[in-house]
């Protein structure tokens, strides 16, 4: 069976989230299914080092997207004589040579108003993602939430959804030693005990509410636990760091900046994790967090509840003192926090690379079948 697989998100010190998707996918699929080859094609700022008798790198330099995606990557499958190719986002050649399997994490950019630039731009990409997923014999997403999404705002099929939870990779269910992590705060500059967040600090990531939550904890409790805000630096930093500022608490929040390989160390390390998202298609850093062994508040919208369970406290996002009340609670009843940990160790190997690799490669699998004239 010849796979196809679109891993331009693959570059060089840089780990996206549809990145580790594609890695997640691939560090179990080629080494566990010899008798299929897998074809992945990158553009010049491609970066994956994985040699097997099984891969093909396929480097084709890439000018205008649009043109990469529409001719040259179908000249190139129809060269390749694949049996199915595999998107890992909303885009993909619409007249594919092999059927086609879209990956939709969310419709972030059709939910959100401050994400929709103009009725223009809006149209548009709502009618791109339409007509790539009807082009497509299969849409994959992360959510029964973001399948309820793709219905309502592109009008697909429900039946042509395939709800497949995204993986955690294993690295996150392994111990990490005390030095390691000891290691990891002096670098970071975390001294004491801390609360963490890892993510982007886009809007609707809600972290100026998550800041003033802070703020609202009781004094003894900051000067305890700091608050770690993990994240690329972005232009939201400077409102945030204003926000910081007016209420006097710079000395209590630390911006690590980007951490990648040792982000399980990180998260290892915190008393607490807290994810106030507005929006997400799935939300990783939850699972993230439960399967390294961290009590988790986050929120009780989107597809939250769907990965949390019961296995972390679920707060309204819009309300500051929730927030306030839900992290003063674990960080005061350790016996809580841990019930939570336990909890959330039980639920993060539904996430595990062993459970989605598998249900990703069958409906590979599925549609060449379904395909076959």
Same mark, same amino acid.
């Given at each position: 069976?010849?796979?196809?697989?679109?891993?331009?998100?693959?570059?060089?010190?840089?780990?996206?989230?549809?990145?580790?998707?594609?890695?997640?996918?691939?560090?179990?699929?080629?080494?566990?299914?010899?008798?299929?080859?897998?074809?992945?094609?990158?553009?010049?700022?491609?970066?994956?080092?994985?040699?097997?008798?099984?891969?093909?790198?396929?480097?084709?330099?890439?000018?205008?997207?649009?043109?990469?995606?529409?001719?040259?990557?179908?000249?190139?499958?129809?060269?390749?004589?694949?049996?199915?190719?595999?998107?890992?986002?909303?885009?993909?050649?619409?007249?594919?040579?092999?059927?086609?399997?879209?990956?939709?994490?969310?419709?972030?950019?059709?939910?959100?108003?401050?994400?929709?630039?103009?009725?223009?731009?809006?149209?548009?990409?709502?009618?791109?993602?339409?007509?790539?997923?009807?082009?497509?014999?299969?849409?994959?997403?992360?959510?029964?939430?973001?399948?309820?999404?793709?219905?309502?705002?592109?009008?697909?099929?429900?039946?042509?959804?395939?709800?497949?939870?995204?993986?955690?990779?294993?690295?996150?269910?392994?111990?990490?030693?005390?030095?390691?992590?000891?290691?990891?705060?002096?670098?970071?500059?975390?001294?004491?005990?801390?609360?963490?967040?890892?993510?982007?600090?886009?809007?609707?990531?809600?972290? &100026?509410? =998550?800041?003033? *939550? $802070?703020?609202?904890?009781?004094?003894?409790?900051? #000067?305890?636990?700091?608050?770690?805000?993990? %994240?690329?630096?972005?232009?939201?930093?400077?409102?945030?760091?204003?926000?910081?500022?007016?209420?006097?608490?710079?000395?209590?929040?630390?911006?690590?900046?980007?951490?990648?390989?040792?982000?399980?160390?990180?998260?290892?390390?915190?008393?607490?994790?807290?994810?106030?998202?507005?929006?997400?298609?799935?939300?990783?850093?939850?699972?993230?967090?439960?399967?390294?062994?961290?009590?988790?508040?986050?929120?009780?919208?989107?597809?939250?509840?769907?990965?949390?369970?019961?296995?972390?406290?679920?707060?309204?996002?819009?309300?500051?003192?929730?927030?306030?009340?839900?992290?003063?609670?674990?960080?005061?009843? &350790?016996? =809580?926090?841990? *019930? $939570?940990?336990?909890?959330?160790?039980?639920?993060? #190997?539904?996430?595990?690379?062993?459970?989605? %690799?598998?249900?990703?490669?069958?409906?590979?699998?599925?549609?060449?079948?379904?395909?076959?004239?």
């Amino acid at each position: 069976m010849n796979i196809g697989i679109d891993i331009r998100e693959l570059q060089a010190n840089l780990m996206t989230g549809i990145g580790r998707y594609l890695v997640n996918f691939l560090y179990w699929a080629i080494p566990q299914n010899p008798d299929c080859s897998f074809y992945l094609y990158g553009n010049q700022d491609t970066y994956f080092q994985y040699v097997s008798h099984n891969v093909t790198l396929r480097i084709i330099p890439e000018q205008q997207t649009l043109y990469w995606d529409q001719v040259t990557l179908p000249r190139q499958i129809r060269q390749d004589k694949l049996d199915v190719f595999l998107s890992p986002y909303i885009k993909g050649p619409i007249f594919s040579p092999a059927p086609l399997i879209t990956t939709m994490h969310d419709l972030l950019f059709l939910s959100l108003p401050e994400y929709r630039k103009n009725i223009g731009w809006e149209l548009t990409y709502k009618c791109f993602a339409r007509l790539v997923g009807e082009s497509a014999k299969a849409v994959i997403t992360d959510s029964l939430y973001s399948q309820n999404d793709i219905v309502r705002l592109l009008k697909l099929p429900r039946q042509k959804i395939k709800v497949i939870p995204l993986a955690v990779a294993p690295e996150y269910y392994q111990p990490v030693e005390a030095a390691a992590i000891e290691q990891l705060r002096q670098k970071a500059g975390i001294s004491g005990r801390y609360i963490l967040y890892v993510g982007n600090f886009k809007p609707h990531k809600n972290i &100026q509410r =998550l800041v003033k *939550a $802070y703020a609202g904890l009781d004094e003894k409790l900051r #000067q305890e636990y700091r608050l770690v805000l993990c %994240g690329r630096p972005d232009s939201h930093c400077l409102q945030l760091r204003q926000l910081i500022q007016e209420l006097k608490i710079e000395d209590e929040v630390i911006f690590p900046g980007m951490v990648t390989k040792e982000l399980p160390a990180l998260y290892r390390g915190a008393d607490l994790f807290v994810f106030p998202s507005l929006y997400e298609g799935f939300g990783l850093p939850v699972a993230e967090a439960m399967a390294c062994g961290v009590a988790v508040v986050t929120s009780n919208v989107t597809s939250l509840p769907e990965v949390a369970g019961d296995s972390a406290v679920l707060i309204d996002p819009r309300n500051t003192e929730s927030l306030t009340e839900a992290m003063s609670c674990l960080l005061t009843d &350790q016996k =809580l926090r841990a *019930a $939570y940990v336990q909890r959330g160790l039980q639920r993060a #190997q539904l996430f595990h690379p062993n459970k989605f %690799g598998p249900q990703v490669l069958a409906l590979l699998k599925d549609i060449r079948l379904e395909s076959k004239p």
